[in-house]
């Protein structure tokens, strides 16, 4: 049987880089509050599994299972960068705390955890990019509605990228022969008004 300082050596070593060591009753229900966690995500209640690893992670935030477990679920949910971030904590966690140990079921897991970190990373790139070009139609469409009173479009404007300072500067394009969009012809509206 190990004596208490052995035991209170190996919680210090589970709570590098934090101010205070979680108390036992705190590291108990941390471990009853990820437990119900797993329990929740064979029920596929996802939502719920999310909330007891969290408070699992508040009690104890160096909890590695926990942050596993609720990255699992929100990759059920969809939330792939929050699935992410967490699989991240989960190896950076279990690299620090397990780094002197050579136990093949910990090692296994921790790759586990960093495949997973490597799967996620292109969906969460492409997800990425697929808000990026929906945010940019949005601008885009909101953009035309404002020019419209104007008779001008986004297609009026070119965006040039400063290969120097990686900033963009806008260009105002006409159409050829002084057309503006709305088809009137700027030298022609310019004469009529100084006729009058």
Known sequence: KRSEEEEEEEEQKRTIGTTKAP?????????????AGACLMKQEKFEECVGRCSKAIDLHPLYGKAYARRAQAYEKLDDVERALEDYERAVEIEEKVNEESEDERKRARKSAHREKVNLLKPKVDAKREETKKEMFKQLRSLGDMVLGNFGLSCDNFKAEKDENTGGYSLKFVQEKGGKTPTGINENNSNAASAAK
């Open 23 to 35: 108390t036992k009753t705190e590291l108990l229900l941390a471990t009853l509050h990820a437990n």
